[in-house]
């Protein structure tokens, strides 16, 4: 049985991950023209989070955005998993249990930059 | 359409599923055991960097369906040709040190992205650009390799069609974003790599560049000529008169050769290619 991670720990995931992007130089200039709002949200429980993407600097907080650019929606054990790199999100988009909504384009440059913070 | 190769009769088709990804693997399962050689076209099998092999899963899936007979993604002999073409137009005078060169993916051609470096072009490598949008110019092979080490071996997981433009897609340019990296194909006199990448994002008002590619259609050089490309270099060695992608030339080696594609040395390819007096194709829009 899995099970459900709290809001305060996608929190923490999201946080590392902020943190990954914003020291990683090579990221920042990648996505330096990249503006995105990203919808984080959890299919287990009431948990949503916006990630915003302004070019070179990555910031979260709690709350659905009204206008998400992209959408990032799981169970939150894997939400948790996946921001904190423990889990490569290749794998779960492929069987399902990840849903990414957005452009083709988009989805590809989030799994760069979580490979990139992460590694694979 | 049957042609004469090095002395033996050889019929080559072309069966195309636009696309689609089920009928791809019903038509291999039905071909397997009844052809010599199948090239797959429009996907590989493996992206090669260095010596390092990355599967491409839809692609292996594909090759896999395969039991009784050789199946290639012409990676394979790409790497073979597209360095002998390189340089061919070195000697040619057309590829100089501190040519400003734009290869539009070097994942896919890593033997002609070492053999541009080699010759001491200034060369950039879209890969990131065209894969992602990313406006992210590559500049050496060192971080080439560092990237492709980071990221290739769970991106090849990704459907194909995410990584490439396959079926009608491969057939249009993003208007939109051939403003936006209009610059980098503008600050490049070669334009080097797959014609469906550089199609992809191919701006108006080209001043002269060479284009150097695999295949092209008779569509393609007009686009290209109405672009303002100045000259087109085919890689791909034409047969009577017709020109065939990579993966068909490997097909047509191996049957030829009776080899299977992991016996099929580089040294094989090499000696048909001589005997075949192979030499890539150049056509000049704009007179010498």
């Not at chain 2, 009608?168 to 980098?184: G, H, I, M, N, R």
């Not at chain 2, 006199?189 to 014609?195: S, Y």
Request: charged share 30%; proline share 4%; with cysteine.
């Amino acid at each position: 049985m899995t099970r459900l991670a709290t809001g305060e720990e996608i929190a923490e995931s999201l946080k590392a991950f902020c943190e990954g992007y914003n020291n990683n130089q090579r990221l920042k200039e990648m996505n330096r023209d990249w503006q995105r709002v990203v919808l984080v949200q959890a299919t287990d429980s009431q948990d949503a989070f916006t990630l915003d993407v302004a070019g070179p600097e990555l910031s979260f907080r709690p709350g659905a955005p009204e206008h998400p650019d992209l959408k990032v929606v799981a169970a939150s054990d894997i939400l948790a998993d996946l921001f904190w790199g423990d889990l490569n999100p290749t794998g779960p988009y492929m069987d399902g249990t990840l849903k990414l909504f957005g452009s083709e384009e988009d989805i590809v440059r989030l799994d760069i930059i979580s490979l990139l913070i992460w590694g694979s | 359409m049957e042609i004469d190769f090095l002395g033996q009769r050889c019929r080559i088709e072309r069966r195309g599923t636009d696309g689609d990804f089920e009928r791809a693997l019903g038509l291999l399962r039905e071909l397997d055991g009844r052809v010599d050689a199948i090239g797959l076209g429009g996907i590989d099998i493996y992206l090669r960097v260095r010596d390092r092999r990355f599967a491409i899963k839809d692609g292996l899936r594909l090759a896999e369906a395969v039991q009784k007979t050789p199946v290639v993604d012409g990676s394979g002999l790409k790497d073979t040709l597209e360095r002998e073409a390189v340089y061919y137009l070195r000697e040619a005078g057309l590829l100089t040190p501190g040519l400003p060169v734009l290869m539009v993916c070097a994942a896919d051609r890593f033997g002609m992205a070492e053999a541009l470096v080699e010759c001491g072009c200034d060369v950039t490598f879209g890969d990131l650009i065209f894969a992602a949008g990313m406006s992210y110019p590559v500049k050496s092979l060192a971080e080439l390799e560092d990237l492709a080490v980071k990221l290739l071996p769970r991106m090849a997981e990704l459907p194909f069609h995410m990584l490439y433009p396959t079926g009608s897609a491969q057939e249009s340019v993003d208007e939109k974003k051939a403003a936006l990296f209009a610059p980098y194909y503008r600050a490049a006199r070669v334009l080097a790599g797959d014609f469906h990448l550089i199609r992809r994002f191919l701006p108006p008002g080209l001043d002269g560049q060479l284009v150097l590619t695999n295949t092209t259609t008779r569509e393609d050089v007009e686009l290209l000529r109405e672009r303002g490309a100045g000259s087109l270099g085919t890689t791909t060695p034409e047969l009577e008169g017709r020109s065939f992608g990579t993966n068909v030339m490997e097909a047509l080696f191996l049957a030829y050769l009776g080899k299977t594609w992991e016996e099929a040395t580089r040294e094989d390819y090499l000696d048909l290619m001589r005997r075949l007096d192979y030499r890539p194709r150049l056509t000049y829009f704009r007179g010498r």
